[in-house]
């Protein structure tokens, strides 16, 4: 019986899924990129701020949109502005609950995120 490592296996298994996988827009784009660290480098960002950036950015977006129609739509207006100030306040609210609500969120310990 022939015994291997779990990573030699999962290591052909992910270079054969390479293989298979068909190339796409965003491959070529980041074949060409001068500095391959700003596609391959990352930050860890907690998940509340990211949510909070996403909420904002849709906010932001569906206000532009409202703006964009003309005055004649009214409610199709005031219910995209409406639900614009939610987003943005949903996104007040992620950007905020580190600090206003400590318990709610776990710390991440250095040491933990060396691991």
Known sequence: MKITKISAISNKQTQQNQQNKKREFIDVI??????????????????????????????????LTAAAL?????????????????LTAASALY?????????LSPTVNREDYKK
């Open 30 to 63: 980041a074949d060409n990129v001068r500095n391959p660290r700003d596609v391959e480098d990352c930050v860890a960002v907690p998940r509340g701020i990211f949510k909070a950036y996403i909420y904002l950015m849709a906010g932001s977006s569906v206000m």
């Open 70 to 86: 003309p005055q004649k739509w009214k409610f199709p207006k005031m219910f995209l502005n409406i639900g614009s100030a939610i």
């Open 95 to 103: 950007f905020a609950k580190p600090f206003a609500f400590k318990g």
